[in-house]
């Protein structure tokens, strides 16, 4: 079974400041792709950048950015000069078209940006 | 663009009764999801479907019956409500590209409390 590990519960970060948010997955699937969403006080959950596993480049959208170590089966989140609309709860997850089922989330990191 | 739309967004159920959760999208994805969040917690998921008149088991499937007899609506059932079963529901949809993941697009959720 896919499974989807984020430690931090919880994280701080000064505003224009860069953040780090930790991902590991467990999978034994030799193709894979990971998502990272950010679901904001007001509750949808808006998808922010996508990693597949044979990607050679590490994505990157805008000021977030994927941190892939696949030998380490980390994909952490980079989200570069925090806004204060930054302030969400965000999730990583694992979720395959080709086993739908095997859908999985992390439990989620809330980041809370300081002004 | 509407994307994904639930309905309702907030429900009040006594426990026992039945209630159907409505989800319907205007992208003509073929795979649809329903999972729940309980506080706290990243999304499970419940039920998904592949195409029209097809579903399957997730994580979490029991008390929960499902129906895609519309390609673009999914709707989640309980039968018999249960206080176990107080949470935010959420509908996604996705793409099928062929073996390539997609991100899934989220409705903005039902909050459903059973007493």
């Known amino acids: 079974a896919q499974k989807i590990t984020q430690t931090q519960p919880g994280m701080f970060v000064q505003e224009k400041e860069a953040v780090t948010l930790d991902c590991t997955y467990d999978?034994?699937?030799?193709?894979?792709?990971l998502f990272w969403y950010k679901q904001p006080s007001s509750g949808e959950m808006i998808f922010l950048i996508y990693q597949g596993s044979y990607d050679q480049q590490n994505a990157t959208e805008g000021r977030y950015s994927l941190n892939f170590q696949k030998a380490r089966k980390s994909a952490n989140l980079v989200i570069s000069a925090s806004q204060l609309g930054d302030s969400a709860m965000y999730f990583c997850a694992s979720l395959r078209d080709t086993n739908a089922g095997k859908s999985t989330f992390g439990d989620g990191t809330t980041l809370t940006v300081k002004p | 663009n509407a994307g994904v739309t639930q309905t309702p967004k907030f429900r009040v159920l006594k426990t026992g009764q039945s209630m159907t959760l409505l989800c319907a999208q205007d992208m003509n994805h073929e795979y649809m999801y329903w999972y729940r969040q309980d506080p706290g917690m990243g999304l499970r998921l419940i039920h998904y479907s592949v195409g029209e008149g097809t579903t399957a088991k997730g994580e979490v499937p029991d008390g929960y019956n499902v129906s895609r007899l519309k390609k673009q609506n999914f709707l989640l059932g309980l039968e018999s409500a249960a206080p176990s079963q107080t949470s935010v529901y959420f509908c996604?949809?996705?793409?099928?590209?062929?073996?390539?993941?997609?991100?899934?697009?989220f409705g903005d959720g039902t909050r459903l409390s059973i007493l």
């Open positions: 999978t034994s699937d030799p193709s894979y792709g």
């Open positions: 996604a949809s996705s793409s099928h590209w062929g073996g390539s993941d997609q991100p899934q697009h």
